[in-house]
């Protein structure tokens, strides 16, 4: 529904004007929308790839676990001399002003961290596989967050790019109309007015 306001040569400008921003708005939305689409589409094939490579991981794993265990026993005094890993830090980057997480992560060295006297190469192998496992965890996080992220800032613009081309542009453009139509009746009137006063002081 347009806007009611007074037919007037200042509200016809103001309204071309607003009508103006809000197509220039709707042209940035629909640009930012399609650059994101296409950063969101990119990380969904690395994320199908690193979900394919991490399940395969895990499998080699945890049949390492079970053949050290098998080995060994229960190695659970062995996990517990494994060290926290710190070496995690998130940075960010901004795409289209949608902040998305860059995971860094600083690769330990794979020395043993545990005594010989208490392992086997078979619990070594189980280290050498789970250490591959954290690092593509650590890859699946930063870009499934990228997707999520993107994916909330695209449902976000699409309805901010809606509401300009379905609600406010079609109103300026109604507002517009209105007012034009109006100003041009009124200098019809005015026009056929001063032509009816020229012409009784022709005849007088």
Not at 66 to 91: C, E, F, M, T, Y
Not at 160 to 188: D, G, H, M, W
């Amino acid at each position: 529904m347009a806007k009611q306001v007074t037919p007037t040569k200042t509200n016809l400008i103001a309204a071309k004007k607003s009508l103006e921003l809000a197509a220039m708005g709707y042209d940035l939305l629909d640009k930012k929308r399609n650059v994101l689409i296409k950063e969101m589409m990119g990380l969904i094939d690395d994320v199908k790839l690193i979900r394919d490579q991490i399940t395969n991981s895990y499998q080699k794993a945890y049949n390492a676990l079970q053949d050290a265990n098998i080995s060994l026993g229960i190695i659970s005094d062995i996990v517990q001399d494994v060290p926290i890993d710190k070496g995690i830090k998130v940075r960010y980057r901004s795409v289209m002003g949608v902040e998305l997480p860059r995971i860094e992560y600083e690769k330990e060295c794979l020395d043993i961290v545990y005594g010989f006297e208490e392992a086997n190469s078979k619990v070594d192998y189980a280290y050498v596989c789970f250490s591959e496992v954290k690092e593509l965890t650590v890859k699946l996080a930063e870009v499934e967050n990228s997707v999520y992220r993107l994916a909330n800032a695209i449902r976000q613009t699409q309805t901010r790019a809606n509401a300009l081309k379905n609600i406010s542009i079609p109103n300026f453009q109604k507002t517009v109309k209105l007012i034009s139509e109006s100003l041009e009746e009124k200098e019809r009137e005015s026009f056929s007015t001063q032509k009816v006063i020229k012409s009784q002081k022709a005849h007088t």
